[in-house]
């Protein structure tokens, strides 16, 4: 079971173009708010992801959109889909927290939390301190690869949804059974199809079209949360 200690860790966010998922994290007793970097892209010019520039986005709190404004800190490797936000001020409880990519065992069950479409849980019994609960979903790990390009990546066997991205993955490690975070939501890998189809035009003659389309794979990715030591690094 996921309980409190991951739930009241993430957060729904939205920038001026998108929707998405946080979540918080500790190192050194600074509390941090970890997200997907795609998530920010709409905002992005020239110097947008400097380290240190602060980036500008909303959190729902409280039934109603807020304002926030973060110092957002990345990693030297551009592909890596990671952001970092240091925080002056708790968002959660500082729940006890296990983290670590290294004790995932291939085929067990991975979750993964977040606002599919924008929807979530009321926090009606205020259990949450009127933050909306996430969803949860579940896959099974499938395989590891690591690259220069997009860094160390997770793969699991499930189906995501937007909104999930930049939420934690989420295990229960084989020997001492602890909640464990593993990573960070990038995404599905997309499958890409054609279709093909008779098309007729003004004389009557009728040709053979094709159709592109991209749809989800059933196969998620995941960003290795060692990622986020390096970034503060």
């Known amino acids: 079971m996921i309980g409190t200690d991951i739930l009241q860790r993430v957060?729904?966010?939205?920038?001026?173009?998108?929707?998405?998922?946080?979540?918080?994290?500790?190192?050194?007793?600074?509390?941090?708010?970890?997200?997907?970097?795609?998530?920010?892209?709409?905002?992005?010019?020239?110097?947008?992801?400097?380290n240190g520039n602060i980036v500008e986005f909303n959190i729902f709190h409280d039934s109603k959109w807020k304002k926030i404004e973060l110092k957002g800190l990345i990693h030297y490797i551009e592909d890596i889909d990671m952001i970092v936000f240091p925080l002056k001020n708790d968002l959660s409880p500082r729940?006890?927290?296990?983290?670590?990519?290294?004790?995932?065992?291939?085929?067990?069950?991975?979750?993964?939390?977040?606002?599919?479409?924008?929807?979530?849980?009321?926090?009606?019994?205020?259990?949450n301190n009127h933050f909306p609960i996430p969803f949860v979903k579940k896959g099974i790990l499938s395989a590891f690869d690591h690259n220069e390009i997009t860094g160390s990546i997770g793969y699991l066997d499930g189906h995501t949804n937007p909104g999930f991205s930049g939420g934690p993955i989420v295990y229960k490690t084989i020997d001492t059974n602890e909640t464990t975070i593993a990573?960070?939501?990038?995404?599905?890998?997309?499958?890409?199809?054609?279709?093909?189809?008779?098309?007729?035009?003004?004389?009557?003659?009728?040709?053979?079209?094709?159709?592109?389309?991209?749809?989800?794979?059933?196969?998620?990715?995941?960003?290795?949360?060692?990622?986020?030591?390096?970034?503060?690094?």
């Open 95 to 127: 729940n006890k927290l296990q983290i670590s990519f290294t004790e995932m065992r291939v085929s067990q069950d991975i979750f993964f939390l977040g606002f599919p479409y924008g929807m979530y849980t009321q926090d009606i019994k205020s259990v």
């Open 11 to 50: 957060f729904f966010i939205a920038t001026e173009n998108d929707t998405g998922t946080a979540f918080t994290m500790e190192h050194n007793d600074i509390q941090y708010l970890v997200s997907a970097k795609h998530i920010f892209e709409d905002l992005e010019n020239d110097d947008i992801f400097e």
């Open 183 to 233: 990573g960070i939501m990038r995404g599905y890998v997309i499958h890409g199809g054609k279709v093909d189809f008779e098309e007729i035009d003004d004389d009557g003659k009728m040709t053979l079209e094709q159709f592109d389309y991209d749809e989800n794979s059933g196969i998620i990715e995941f960003q290795n949360i060692k990622h986020f030591y390096e970034i503060l690094e």
